[in-house]
Nanobody, 120 residues
């Protein structure tokens, strides 16, 4: 069973920074891609940032230049450094891992989510 566990959320003032971490129960290279999503009550879950196993990154327009996704291979973690936070970044952030297999197709795994609140 694959497990993803997020940490690092909390309350921060506008303009501040937070670093989210997602610890995987197995090698992050076993995932075709890993990413961070966020959801606000009443709105659709949206992609924030993603990284393929080859290292290619993708960011939502709203966070480009402020957020950075990275990975620590030794710790099997994927991190999201969030700088210059804005109130509109307030959401529950979820870590996602995608495994693509010729025999099993595509499977997505999700963490339990961590709350990020940006408020003065």
């Amino acid at each position: 069973q694959v497990q993803l566990v997020e940490s690092g959320g909390g309350l921060v003032q506008p303009g501040g920074s937070l670093r989210l971490s997602c610890a995987a129960s197995r090698s992050i290279f076993s995932f075709s891609a890993m990413g961070w999503y966020r959801q606000v009550p009443g709105k659709q879950c949206e992609l924030v940032a993603s990284m393929t196993s080859g290292g290619t990154t993708n960011y939502a327009d709203a966070v480009k230049g402020r957020f950075t996704i990275s990975r620590d291979n030794a710790k099997n973690t994927v991190n999201l450094q969030m700088n210059m936070l804005k109130p509109e970044d307030t959401a529950v952030y979820y870590c996602q891992g995608r495994v693509i297999s010729l025999t099993r197709g595509t499977n997505d795994y999700w963490g339990q989510g961590t709350q990020v609140t940006v408020s003065s």
